[in-house]
């Protein structure tokens, strides 16, 4: 059984800045490939980051490189999202997620899922 507690979320306007964090209890977390996952009202899912086992390997959606940071701290069961310059488009659900058996690549190697944050970005 793993835990994933969210926070950071909010309202910021276009071009702000959040940082998403995620608590994790498990174990074994340094083994577990953590993802970030977001989903707009009525959209599907996309994988937005994802870093691998102890940091190891680092994925980005093209459409925040540059601008998103997925990091980790083992040593505190957590993993968080820098997110730069927001835009609108990007307002969604996001979602921590952790894969036990250390995949990242497809959402559906996550196992594991938070409840979920609501970041709203306003024009």
């Known amino acids: 059984q793993v835990q994933l507690v969210e926070r950071g979320g909010g309202l910021v306007q276009a071009g702000g800045s959040l940082r998403l964090s995620c608590a994790v209890s498990?174990?074994?977390?340094?083994?577990?490939?953590m993802g970030w996952i977001r989903q707009p009202p009525g959209k599907e899912r996309d994988l937005v980051a994802a870093?691998?086992?102890?940091?190891?390997?680092?994925y980005y959606l093209d459409s925040v490189k540059g601008r998103f940071t997925i990091s980790r701290d083992d040593a505190n069961n957590t993993v968080y999202l820098q997110m730069n310059n927001l835009k609108p488009e990007e307002t969604a659900v996001y979602y921590c997620?952790?894969?036990?058996?250390?995949?990242?690549?497809?959402?559906?190697?996550?196992?594991?899922w938070g409840q979920g944050i609501q970041v709203t970005v306003s024009s």
């Open positions: 997620a952790a894969s036990t058996l250390g995949t990242w690549n497809r959402i559906s190697n996550y196992d594991y």
């Open positions: 498990g174990r074994a977390f340094s083994n577990f490939a």
């Open positions: 870093i691998g086992q102890s940091g190891s390997t680092t």
